[in-house]
């Protein structure tokens, strides 16, 4: 009986660049160079077992090198917008810029990116973000979700639920009693096989929720996540019960 070959868990994103197809690796390491050159503060390590550039512990930046592209995360409306005539040649996908490989690196932009997304969360984080509270934190839940296409609140359990149609659908549900701590949390459901990755590389922020951990949700605790990203994992959260969602047979 032949053994099982495990994976080599990467260290470092000089680890990750090298473990890499030998034609793309000059492509990841400009776009490497361009965030750090961006962002000379930012602290540089893997999440998700992808390249992260963080500041003050909050993910400004990811970046991850597949077959044909190569893909900038997170894309927010916002940044699109911001960028809307730089980035018309490229595609956007779930909050995904990707960049073909076959194209040369587009270095300035990608430096103003990560400038951007930095600006974000510095003006996020003087206004006040991660209210304190049980109040103040479903508050800010529901101003992520007034941004959605549709999301509706509602107790169920005696905690407030976001459903993505009336009384149908929760894709959000709200706890303060991660661990009988008192400590505010937000339970989502994430992308097949997201979730034990998410827990491995940041226990500090997710964690696995009872009861729908094995539905593949994940628990994010909110005093520990910045606007933009629970935001994103709202509207992501919105998108994958909305999928499983069937039409409205026509009468």
Known sequence: MTAKRSRKRLASVRE?????????????????????????NAQEGLAYRIPAYTLNGVGVLYFAGWKS????????????????????????NKGTLKFPLSEPVP???????????ARQLTTRDASGRRKGGR???VDRIRRLCAALPSAF???????????????????????EHHRDDGRQSLWVPVADGLQPLMIEESPDIYFYPRYVGGAGWVG????????????????????????????????
């Not at 190569?70 to 956007?92: G, H, I, M, N, Q």
């Not at 169920?156 to 706890?175: D, N, R, W, Y």
């Not at 994010?220 to 019960?241: F, G, K, N, P, Y």
């Open 16 to 40: 990750y660049i090298a473990s890499k197809p030998k034609e793309c690796r000059s492509s990841l390491e400009a776009v490497r160079r361009a965030i750090l050159k961006a962002l000379p």
């Open 69 to 92: 592209h190569y893909s900038l995360y997170p894309a927010s409306d916002a940044l699109v917008e911001a960028f809307a005539k730089e980035l018309a040649p490229y595609e956007r």
């Open 107 to 117: 270095v300035r932009l990608i430096e103003r990116i990560a400038k951007f997304r």
């Open 135 to 137: 109040e103040g934190q």
């Open 153 to 175: 609140e509602k107790m169920s359990h005696g905690t407030p639920c976001f459903f993505v149609e009336q009384g149908k659908g929760c894709f959000a549900m709200f706890s």
């Open 220 to 251: 994010v605790l909110l005093d520990q996540i910045a606007d933009d990203a629970l935001e994103s994992h709202l509207r992501e959260a919105r998108r994958i019960i909305a999928s499983r969602r069937k039409p409205a047979r026509k009468v």
